[in-house]
């Protein structure tokens, strides 16, 4: 059985960028019901409920049909948001070397990354994500409608940002752009500068 996990701060932690009542909703009510309706899913084959997370959206094709769809929309649901409250942080820091080095390098300038990667989350019709994932190719800015992720494409995700209007309506409304501006304030640079080291290690 997939579950919740807890945060590493407060919902209250990231305000003024992100309000407490939107924090709390979307890991309570949004992310428990991806791993509710997962589990359901599931319930019928324990050999698929037994791996992680990563393990199964990364093979949704060794998923039965039958319930493909719905692993595919609730497994995606719940990997995508335990990613993204990691790369949350009330103590955001700095980017660090690694980070510059390797954004400086794909995008010319961490400036120039963050609006690109802005740009792209704008552009973003209806509801899905928008990513930075390390390809053969280097790290390059996608984004993916729902909530299907780069991982199951084979893809490493450094970095993403939810553009669900749940995670931001309540306090910016339909004001995606403002939401997306103060997203750079809660940042955990530190999680990037580590996946970024994980990739380079293997
Ligand atoms: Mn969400």
Same mark, same amino acid.
């Given at each position: 059985m997939h579950e919740l996990p807890s945060l590493p701060y407060k919902y209250s932690d990231l305000e003024p960028h992100f309000d407490e009542e939107t924090m709390r909703l979307h890991h309570t009510k949004h992310h428990q019901t991806y791993i509710d309706k997962l589990n359901a899913a599931l319930q019928a084959y324990p050999d698929l409920a037994a791996k992680d997370i990563f393990s199964l959206m990364k093979d949704l094709n060794g998923v039965p049909e039958d319930i493909r769809t719905a692993v595919r929309n609730h497994g995606g649901g719940h990997l995508n948001h335990l990613l993204w409250w990691e790369w949350l942080s009330p103590t955001p820091g700095a980017p660090g070397e690694q980070t510059i080095g390797a954004l400086d390098q794909a995008f010319g300038s961490v400036e120039e990354f963050k609006k690109q990667f802005t740009a792209a989350a704008l552009a973003r019709f209806g509801s899905g994500w928008t990513w930075l994932v390390k390809t053969d190719g280097g790290l390059k800015i996608e984004s993916t409608a729902n909530q299907d992720t780069p991982i199951s494409e084979g893809?490493?995700?450094?970095?993403?940002? *939810?553009?669900?209007?749940h995670a931001y309506y309540?306090?910016?409304?339909?004001?995606?752009? *403002?939401?997306?501006?103060?997203l750079w304030n809660v940042v955990n640079w530190q999680k990037l500068e580590q996946s970024l080291g994980a990739s380079v290690a293997k």
């Open positions: 893809k490493m995700v450094i970095f993403g940002v *939810d553009v669900w209007e309540l306090k910016y409304q339909n004001r995606r752009a *403002d939401y997306l501006a103060a």
